[in-house]
């Protein structure tokens, strides 16, 4: 039952309940979101504001739903550490707080009354969750999660750079201005708009001098705001590669499993193979899992839960072939050990694939077989 739950909500092995669920979640997030902006506004009419607060509760309760529902099937998508540690390493993720502070108005609501307020920041909060389900969100924080020692360095120089604008102008322009630089921290913010080359106006130097340094900090300001967004930049491009890889003739040539084929067949192959990009410690297949698709292994390392020693299956390698030739379902669970690229072959294609390449089907059967036998003859713990 879990499996399945989990299944339903984070792959598309059943895509029409998968698709229904993830419709469902984005349907309340827009709604939350929707009621919070519409409650702000001058002319709302409050004495509708029952029927949205109803509204606002109902897609509450979905997202309530959706929560608990991922604590649970937590265990099923992690390395085997206990289904306690999985499920508060999930609470612990920035994903898990984001679900959890959703909703955190609406169940306090229910035993203290809660000011509007609140559930206008849950509702920001839970545009958040829509990075599930939008890769450019998920990209973005992956990318700001590899760089941030490079962006942390780069903005402390920034701040040290405002800093000292911000004390050389005061210095410079109080006596003319004592009104707009009366202290440090106000010049700051004439600092951080020179320096941002936004210039708003409503602090401006008038001394010869304080107009040297106001045009002095433009430039170190786009040179040093330069620094981070091409520090961004090359991370979005190293995340986009590692995502996105192509599958192309060259790459279905290096598995092993095709080398031996000539150009067209290795052609025909890249046509039906899928790129998938997983992180580690996340469960690839599990075992009683429907047979849906077979794996290749381009980058990274997967292990296999065999009794008593787990195997590890590394560049080159394939798994999931088993269950497909012999029509049943998944005889072991396999977790990525590692970040990996695998290319995917779904079932429909695999049996397509090997129809139309015999000498390919001989060799994966002889493959799976050596390991149907290397698994019986492994003694049980």
């Keep these: 039952m879990r499996a399945h739950v989990n299944q339903i909500l984070h792959s598309d092995a059943q895509p ?25 506004l001058p002319n709302f009419n409050h004495t509708t504001s029952s029927f ?32 306690l540690v999985s499920r508060i390493a999930y609470l612990k993720s920035p994903l898990g707080v984001v679900d959890f502070l959703a909703v955190l108005p609406a169940w306090v609501n229910l035993v203290h009354s809660v000011d509007l307020h609140w559930f206008e920041l ?15 969100l998920s990209l973005v924080a992956n990318v700001v999660m590899r760089q941030g020692r490079s962006i942390f360095a780069a903005l402390v120089v920034l701040s040290i750079l405002l800093v000292f604008a911000a ?61 981070p967004a091409g520090i961004l930049a090359s991370g979005f491009a190293e995340e986009l590669r590692k995502r996105d890889f192509v599958v192309n003739w ?11 084929l000539d150009a067209t067949a290795i052609a025909s192959v890249a046509q039906l193979l899928k790129p998938r990009s997983v992180s580690a410690n996340q469960a690839l297949v599990r075992r009683g899992d429907i ?40 005889t072991a669970t396999i977790f990525s050990v590692s970040n990996c690229r695998l290319l ?22 002889r493959t799976s077989e050596e390991r149907l036998s290397d698994n019986d003859r492994r003694p049980e713990k």
């Excluded at 109902?58 to 206990?82: D, Q, S």
């Excluded at 509702?123 to 450019?136: D, E, I, N």
């Design 16 to 40: 029409i309940a998968h698709s229904l669920f993830k419709g469902l979640f984005l349907l309340a997030v827009g709604v939350v979101v929707v009621i919070a902006m519409v409650e702000t």
């Design 52 to 83: 949205t607060q109803n509204i606002r509760e109902t897609a509450l309760a979905v997202l309530t739903v959706e929560f608990i529902l991922r604590i649970w099937v937590e265990p099923e998508r992690t390395a085997p550490t206990g289904a």
């Design 122 to 136: 849950a509702a920001a909060l839970s545009l958040f969750k829509l990075s599930r389900y939008v890769p450019a």
């Design 167 to 227: 004390t050389v102008i005061y210095f410079f322009e109080y006596e003319a201005q004592p009104n707009s630089f009366e202290s440090i921290p106000q010049s700051l913010w004439w600092a951080i708009t020179t320096m941002a080359t936004v210039g708003y106006g409503d602090m401006a130097p008038i001394t010869p001098i304080g107009r040297l340094i106001g045009g002095i900090a433009m430039i170190f300001g786009i040179a040093m705001f330069a620094v």
């Design 250 to 260: 060259q790459s279905v040539a290096r598995v092993p499993l095709f080398a031996r």
């Design 291 to 330: 047979a849906d698709s077979m794996y290749f292994i381009m980058e990274g390392e997967v292990e296999v839960e065999l009794t008593p020693t787990p195997i590890r299956l590394k560049q080159g390698d394939f798994f999931g072939e088993i269950a497909l030739i012999e029509n049943i379902r998944r």
């Design 344 to 365: 995917v072959l779904e079932a429909v294609d695999f049996h397509r694939l090997v129809d139309q390449i015999p000498e390919l089907k001989e060799q994966i059967e």
